[in-house]
């Protein structure tokens, strides 16, 4: 399997005025797309001041964005509620005001179960977080933000559950957990070997188990229960395999009953070439549009290396290249080359990217090919540091592909096998660098 590792500048969007999404306002709606786009709508209103980050990061520290939903996804309780309804307030009641003329809500009114939805629950946090007395600190002071949050929004926490919680979601703010999947299989054949097994392994995170329905365009169809103690496996047949732009019915959607989180794994096997994949949600995020670059490796002569993409939702336009294409939800489109790094890609709405290599020699003069695929994501979520260690009984080293975003980008590579720390600089979007480090590397 091929490492692949993505390097930006920066995962803050720039946001303008949009409308609103309808997923902000249902009850029970959560998930890390939901909290971003409730986040953004509520900071394009005139009704409160910058939040210097501490919104987003309370609804990560309180319930991961809903995940540990209990009542609402920024925890705010009835007394909470009660609170930023004071209405001998003075100031409190300047914001009532702007709630009901741009939010057309009658805050006042507001009953406590309607914080299920988010919107609601989102504006109740940040009137907690007006009503205290000292100023926000700076977006970049977790510390103090954490001191803040416990004295002010969550007595019964821990500054160092704020701080743990928040450098976790700076390092990983794509969630492998939801209630709806796109996954796809792109072509493992080598020297005409075409027939591999693809298989689906289906788990959850709930406490009790979840109804699983696969869906597909070709007649195929399944449902079964999903639980957190044992992997519901499920063989979709190998004429899923994609092996051209012409099969566009090859998609498939795996959902679970009542908004429930499960993770979705899939696997490509034939006898002498494998690799599986771990699929990621396909979320809206508040951009104007969606960016994608493809990564992977085409050493040896077993053919050539593939972007192969599925769409979320109907009317999907992207471009891939100077072509520019349509597809509805469920549909695939397939798209061969003799390398796809740094390939770009851009859409009008979210879609699911997967990245290989119908069978390749890594590195190109090693011996016995190998599939290898991954699920790529948007730039708006990529990082900026990352973390490698050998694979265990791995004798020659690993090679990594570093690829960067935005032009003039510098990459810092420092391992614990090395004298020296190494220095990329990638000076255009989609240009990339490639790395080997020796056995027992562990590296940043």
């Known amino acids: ?60 520290v309180e319930t991961r964005d809903g995940a540990r939903l209990s009542d609402n996804i920024w925890a ?34 507001v009953d406590w179960e309607e914080l299920q939805r988010p919107l609601y629950s989102a504006v109740a946090a940040r009137l907690l977080l007006f009503l205290a007395p000292e100023r926000l600190p ?30 976790e979601l700076e390092g990983n703010v794509l969630e492998s957990y939801s209630s709806e999947f796109f996954v796809a299989f792109g072509r493992n054949d080598a020297d005409g070997r075409d027939s591999p097994t693809l298989r689906l392994f289906i788990s959850s995170i709930e406490p009790d188990p979840v109804l699983v329905t696969v869906d597909t365009h070709r007649g195929f169809s399944f449902s079964g229960f999903a639980t957190n103690n044992e992997t519901l496996s499920v063989e979709i047949p190998n004429t899923f395999q994609v092996f051209s732009s012409d099969e566009r019915d090859k998609g498939i959607r795996v959902t679970a009953d009542g908004q429930s989180s499960i993770v979705v794994y899939g696997l ?31 050493g040896g002569g077993h053919g050539l290396s593939h972007i192969l993409i599925v769409a979320c939702e109907n009317g999907t336009v992207f471009q891939i290249g100077s072509r520019v294409i349509e597809i509805n939800q469920m549909e695939s ?35 016995a090919c190998d599939h290898i695929t991954e699920q790529v994501p948007p730039t708006a979520i990529w990082g900026t540091t990352f973390m490698s260690s050998s694979y265990a009984g791995r004798a020659s080293g690993d090679l990594y592909r570093i690829l960067a ?40």
């Not at 096997?269 to 085409?298: I, N, W």
């Not at 859409?347 to 020699?361: A, E, F, I």
């Open 333 to 367: 489109y397939f798209w061969e080359s003799d390398s796809v790094t740094g390939t770009r890609v851009i859409s009008n709405k979210p879609l699911v990217m997967y990245v290989g290599h119908r069978c390749t020699d890594i590195p190109s003069y090693s011996s």
């Open 268 to 298: 490509n096997y034939d006898t002498f070439t494998s690799d599986a994949f771990l699929a990621l949600p396909c979320d809206r995020l508040p951009v104007d549009q969606y960016e994608y670059y493809g990564v992977s490796y085409s």
């Open 138 to 167: 700076d977006v970049n002071d977790i510390d103090g933000q954490a001191a803040f949050w416990k004295k002010y929004y969550n007595t019964n926490g821990s500054v160092s559950e704020f701080t743990g919680a928040s450098f």
């Open 405 to 444: 975003s935005q032009s003039s980008t510098s990459v810092t590579v420092n391992c614990s096998t090395l004298s020296e720390v190494l220095t990329y600089n990638l000076d255009t979007a989609g240009s990339w660098q490639e790395n080997y480090t020796p056995d027992k590397s562990f590296c940043s």
């Open 76 to 109: 705010v309780s009835e007394e909470g509620l009660q609170l930023t309804q004071a209405s001998d307030h003075p100031t409190l009641n300047v914001k009532h005001n702007l709630i009901s003329r741009e939010l057309d809500i009658d805050w006042i009114a």
């Open 1 to 60: 399997m091929l490492f692949q590792i993505v390097i930006t500048l920066g995962v803050l969007a720039q946001v303008g005025v949009f409308a609103i999404d309808d997923r902000i306002l249902e009850r029970a709606s959560n998930g890390t797309s939901v909290v971003l786009l409730t986040v953004a709508y509520l900071q394009q209103t005139t009704i409160f001041s910058d939040d210097n980050g501490m919104l987003r990061r309370i609804a990560y």
